[in-house]
């Protein structure tokens, strides 16, 4: 069954950016810069990576770490996309 899967992709070199982002569009992955996570003490550029895919979390990780490694990117957390709107939505309903 295919799921969302996402990845947080951190690349220690922004100049990395453009070319690993360019080889995840190439793989059928979306791509979003996360502006907000932006480290003071170095030049660390975030991505949030997701596609569809059948793979298991460990094959869906080593998949993403062989195609982000190349380009200078480091693949930090991944996991279904729906369980963590999940998770997120039991925290709301729990702090209300």
């Given at each position: 069954?295919?799921?969302?899967?996402?990845?947080?992709?951190?690349?220690?070199?922004?100049n990395?950016?453009?070319?690993?982002?360019?080889?995840?569009?190439?793989?059928?992955?979306?791509?979003?810069?996360?502006?907000?996570?932006?480290?003071?003490?170095?030049?660390?550029?975030?991505?949030?990576?997701?596609?569809?895919?059948?793979?298991?979390?460990?094959?869906?990780?080593?998949?993403?770490?062989?195609?982000?490694?190349?380009v200078?990117?480091?693949?930090?957390k991944?996991?279904?996309?729906?369980?963590?709107?999940?998770?997120?939505?039991?925290?709301?309903?729990?702090?209300?």
């Open positions: 069954m295919l799921r969302k899967l996402v990845a947080h992709v951190i690349f220690l070199n922004p990395d950016l453009n070319r690993a982002s360019a080889e995840l569009i190439e793989h059928d992955f979306n791509v979003e810069y996360l502006d907000n996570l932006i480290d003071d003490y170095n030049r660390a550029v975030w991505v949030n990576a997701w596609t569809l895919s059948e793979l298991d979390d460990s094959s869906f990780f080593d998949w993403v770490e062989s195609i982000v490694e190349p200078g990117g480091e693949c930090w991944l996991g279904s996309l729906r369980r963590r709107l999940r998770a997120g939505l039991s925290r709301r309903r729990g702090a209300r």
